[in-house]
């Protein structure tokens, strides 16, 4: 074990900034979220704790489900996919499995459908059953 007298405060930004980091996204039942992320979204698990994880590969990185008596009280965006150019077809995707979109006033930026517009950027925001808050963007 690494002393907190070993790593000054610049190593260990340094350690965090080259490190991998994982979402966790919260939800009150398991069973639901996994129809969810499996069945509607299509990500595979890759590992899991019975019935209070499941973790799932995206990318070149993982984020954890998780069962929590808190889920559903974060009223931000807990997650985001970077799709680049293909976001009209993965918005179409999502709508053709049954994702309903969430539509926000937001300053700087317009509506095109489901599609939120600023600039170069495009950004599409949707729940899961718990209430997450995840959208899919240009990047």
């Known amino acids: 074990m690494i ?12 350690c965090l900034s080259e490190s991998d980091a994982v ?10 979220a996994r129809h969810f992320y499996e069945e509607v979204l299509g990500f595979e698990p ?11 590969r995206s990318g070149n990185s993982v984020f954890n489900v ?6 559903g ?6 997650m985001t996919w970077t799709v680049g150019d293909r976001i009209e077809d993965v918005v179409e995707a999502l709508r053709a499995k049954g994702i309903a979109f969430e539509h ?3 300053p700087g930026m317009r509506r095109e459908g489901d599609l939120h517009v600023a600039g170069d ?11 997450n808050i995840l959208n899919v963007v240009t990047g």
């Open 3 to 14: 002393s907190s007298d070993t790593l000054n405060p610049a190593s260990i930004a340094g």
């Open 23 to 32: 979402a966790n996204l919260a939800v009150r039942d398991i069973k639901l």
């Open 46 to 56: 890759v590992d899991r704790e019975g019935d209070e994880l499941i973790v799932y």
């Open 66 to 71: 998780y069962r929590s008596d808190y889920a």
């Open 73 to 78: 009280t974060n009223r931000a965006t807990a």
């Open 104 to 106: 926000y006033d937001l």
């Open 121 to 131: 950027m495009k950004v599409a925001w949707f729940k899961d059953p718990d209430g």
